[in-house]
C-alpha cells in the first residue's frame, strides 16, 4: 500500500517561496500519476498541479506560470515548487497519486492514495 507524506509546509510573506514535498513509501511511485491539491479553510478541495505518467504537467490556471510540479523517480519523491505566493495561496496542500493509467489529472476522484497535508499560510 502506497503512503504519502508531505512536507515543507509553513508561513511565508506574499511574492515568497516554499517547496513542498511528497515523499512516497510502501510501494514506488513509477509513472504514475501524481498530483497536487489544496483546499482552504471552508472550501472544496481544487485541483493546483499534476504530473501525468508521460512527465507532461498540468496546472491550475490560478498557479500556472507561478508553481512547478516535478518528480524525482529515484528518491520516489514529488515536489512542487512554489513561487510568488499570494494570500489566496493559504490552504492546506495535499499530494495525491493515481494507481494505473486513469487519462484523469485535475479531479480528486481520480486519486488512490492521498497524504495527510500540509499548510501553508501566506501573509500579506
Known amino acids: 500500500q502506497l503512503q504519502l507524506v508531505e512536507s515543507g509546509g509553513g508561513l511565508v510573506q506574499a511574492g515568497g517561496s516554499l517547496i513542498l514535498s511528497c515523499a512516497a513509501s510502501g510501494d514506488t511511485l513509477g509513472n504514475n500519476a501524481m498530483g497536487w491539491f489544496r483546499q482552504a479553510p471552508g472550501g472544496e478541495r481544487e485541483f493546483v498541479a499534476a504530473i501525468k505518467w508521460s512527465g507532461t504537467t498540468d496546472y491550475a490556471d490560478s498557479v500556472k506560470g507561478r508553481f512547478t510540479i516535478a518528480r524525482d523517480s529515484a528518491l520516489n519523491t514529488s515536489y512542487l515548487q512554489m513561487n510568488s505566493l499570494r494570500p489566496e495561496d493559504t490552504a492546506v496542500y495535499y499530494c495525491?497519486?493515481?494507481?494505473?493509467?486513469?487519462?484523469?489529472?485535475?479531479?480528486?476522484?481520480?486519486?488512490?492514495?492521498w497524504g495527510q497535508g500540509t499548510q501553508v499560510t501566506v501573509s500579506s
Open positions: 495525491a497519486a493515481q494507481r494505473g493509467f486513469k487519462g484523469i489529472y485535475s479531479s480528486a476522484r481520480a486519486y488512490d492514495y
